[in-house]
């Protein structure tokens, strides 16, 4: 009688265990070229998101939001991120590119974690930046590469062509 009551009591844990962890799945909080990202970071202004299962240790796609009140000048401050990555060191590369039409910018370049660091890596950054309400919002799509060999320069063509656009309209929801 009593291992009854103890396997009823267990069974009864186990299934209200289950249940909670099926009602709790977390939504994402928005589709990006094929993935879903989710809210992992939200301070000072800055609010970043994951794919589900990396974390901020070892991601491979990273997309944040910032807005930066009391400045009305994108290209300004796009400028200056490439000149900071270029300034990151000597094999980061950079170029701004303007869309007249949507009054935005995108600043595009490459920079690599300090050499001997683990784990190394190269990380792609596209970030558009645009005048909204009273100041600058920009958008960061981020791709870090753990493994930088011959095909990486293949990949990042290939991504960038197909990323540009997309980050171009890309909206995520406040």
């Known amino acids: 009688m009593l291992i009854r009551l103890f396997s009823f009591w267990l069974l009864a844990g186990l299934i209200a265990i289950l249940a909670t962890q099926s009602c709790s799945a977390e939504e994402a909080a928005f589709h990006f070229n ?23 240790d070892e991601w491979t796609t990273l997309i944040s939001v910032r807005h930066f009140d009391g400045t009305d000048n994108p290209k300004l401050y796009a400028q200056k991120l490439i000149e900071n990555a270029k300034a990151s060191g000597p094999n980061a590369a950079g170029q701004l590119m303007e869309n007249e039409e949507a009054g935005s910018y995108i600043a595009d370049f490459l920079v690599f974690s300090e050499e001997g660091s683990k784990p190394f890596f190269a990380e792609w950054n596209l970030w ?13 799509y981020a791709r870090r590469f753990y493994k930088v060999d011959a095909s990486t320069s293949q990949k990042l063509i290939d991504a960038r062509e197909k990323i540009v656009p997309k980050l171009a309209v890309l909206e995520i929801p406040e």
């Open 34 to 56: 094929g993935n879903d990202y989710f809210l992992r970071g939200d301070e000072a202004g800055i609010r970043e998101y994951l794919t589900e299962d990396e974390t901020f």
């Open 128 to 140: 558009r930046i645009e005048k909204k309400d009273d100041g600058v919002e920009a958008v960061q």
